[in-house]
């Protein structure tokens, strides 16, 4: 349960991090206000969790309806906090299923990443990946230039920057046929809940499928 709570605490400060990016405010600054009276929210109004059900899922001030994404997150992120130190006993695994989180849910929102929360996070994830000495699949990282070189030529703007980069950056953590797993399931998943004329946020289809290739990986 404690690491339920710990991991919801993430979550809420998830969803401000990629609210404040998508409205291009500062996130290291500024209380958090209700979106539509502006009012500044109170430490109790910030439970992860608790308050949405204590306040009914309304602002205190003016009974705005909060969003439930907000819960949902928190939810979601106490959960992955929960079975990444149960299943898999790692922070690792945790900071990379989250920071996939977070860059879904941007990408559902807007159909846009920004490039400074992908960058900085990935890199941190590499870091730290790094000093667990655990192996780096060079020969998967090799295919990855290749085959997404090539994809970005052949496709253009057809295909996100971020959704390669991504791919990108998982490639050297994965056995070379865990990594073509991911693009496999993430493509499928993608394709069932594609339209025709219609631009499809692929990141969280790529979030789905790291979850899948971990399982399996495990």
């Known amino acids: 349960m404690f690491y339920f709570l710990l991991g919801s605490i993430f979550g809420s400060f998830g969803h401000v991090l990629v609210s404040r990016l ?12 209700c979106d539509a009276c502006q009012q500044q929210l109170a430490a109790y109004d910030l439970l992860p969790i608790v308050s949405y059900f204590i306040l009914r899922g309304k602002c205190r001030h003016c009974a705005t309806l909060i969003p439930k994404s907000i819960l949902l997150l928190e939810i979601f992120s106490g959960l992955l906090l929960f079975f990444s130190l149960s299943c898999w006993h790692s922070w690792l695994i945790f900071f990379w299923l989250f920071t996939a989180l977070l860059l879904s849910l941007e990408d559902f929102w807007t159909q846009q990443v920004d490039l400074r929360l992908l960058l900085i ?12 000495g655990s ?6 990282l090799g295919l990855a230039v290749i085959f997404l070189g090539g994809l970005f030529l052949v496709a253009g703007r057809k295909i996100g920057l971020a959704d390669l980069l991504l791919l990108l950056f998982w490639s050297p ?7 073509l797993m991911l693009i496999i399931v993430a493509s499928l998943s993608g394709l069932l809940f594609s339209r025709a004329n219609q631009p499809l946020p692929f ?10 290739t971990l399982i399996i990986a495990k």
């Open 135 to 140: 192996i780096w699949h060079l020969e998967t």
């Open 121 to 132: 996070s990935q890199i941190i994830l590499l870091i730290a990946y790094g000093f667990t």
């Open 203 to 212: 990141i969280p289809f790529l979030s789905f499928a790291l979850v899948i």
């Open 173 to 179: 953590l994965f056995h070379m046929e865990h990594w």
């Open 22 to 33: 998508t409205s291009r405010e500062n996130f290291l600054t500024g209380r958090s206000r």
